[in-house]
């Protein structure tokens, strides 16, 4: 699964953020996914799941409609959302980015406030053992094979896509998270 977390201990709450462009149609809905394994593995308040933007242009606007419906009918809730484009801060706060595409990731890595920080971002599908390069140790160019697809432009069908590739990536990131919380703290 590529590189470890860097060395931070276990905290609680750990923090995870997912991040596409707008943040209106891969990252809300890999959120809600997200939010709704760690509730199920019991993990649900020890893990904040929240999700962002690389851009603006989106700013404000809820979840995109057709990836709401597809949710709901996948048996998800789907709460009020407004989205936002990251921060230097956010990035640094966070224990876990989770990046739907390279460009993403690249993008996250730049407004990162250091290299520890830029660290922590990963692809989301890295965390899909049926992903190409996933498991292994995929190099940074190979990033591109993990791109959750963007659906806006397309129907219902790429929606459900999305909701395919996010789900199975799920449980991985699941056990990862789990597996860091386990982690002893490092002694000051």
């Known amino acids: 699964m590529g590189?470890?977390?860097p060395e931070r201990g276990s905290r609680i709450p750990y923090r995870v953020m997912t991040v596409?462009?707008?943040?209106?149609?891969?990252?809300?809905?890999?959120?809600?996914?997200?939010r709704d394994r760690f509730e199920a593995a019991g993990l649900g308040d020890a893990v904040v799941v929240?999700?962002?933007?690389?851009?603006?242009?989106?700013?404000?606007?809820p979840v995109?409609?057709?990836?709401?419906?597809?949710?709901?009918?996948?048996?998800?809730p789907v709460p009020r959302h407004r989205a936002h484009r990251v921060t230097a801060e956010e990035?640094?706060?966070?224990?876990l980015l989770l990046a739907m595409t390279a460009r993403h990731a690249r993008a996250l890595?730049?407004?990162?406030?250091?290299?520890?920080?830029?660290?922590?971002?990963?692809?989301?599908?890295?965390?899909?053992?049926?992903?190409?390069?996933?498991?292994?140790?995929?190099?940074?160019?190979?990033?591109?094979q993990l791109d959750v697809?963007?659906?806006?432009?397309?129907g219902r069908d790429d929606f459900l896509s999305v909701l395919q590739q996010v789900e199975a990536a799920a449980d991985g990131i699941v056990e990862y998270v789990r597996n860091e919380l386990a982690r002893p703290a490092p002694k000051d």
């Open 3 to 5: 590189a470890s977390a």
């Open 20 to 34: 596409c462009t707008g943040n209106i149609c891969r990252s809300p809905m890999a959120e809600v996914v997200l």
């Open 50 to 61: 929240d999700s962002s933007g690389i851009s603006d242009e989106e700013t404000g606007n």
């Open 64 to 76: 995109d409609p057709r990836a709401a419906d597809v949710l709901q009918e996948a048996g998800y």
């Open 91 to 95: 990035i640094g706060d966070r224990d």
């Open 109 to 144: 890595r730049t407004l990162a406030p250091g290299a520890e920080a830029a660290g922590r971002v990963r692809m989301f599908r890295s965390f899909d053992p049926a992903a190409p390069a996933a498991g292994g140790a995929a190099a940074v160019a190979d990033e591109a």
């Open 149 to 154: 697809e963007d659906p806006w432009y397309g």
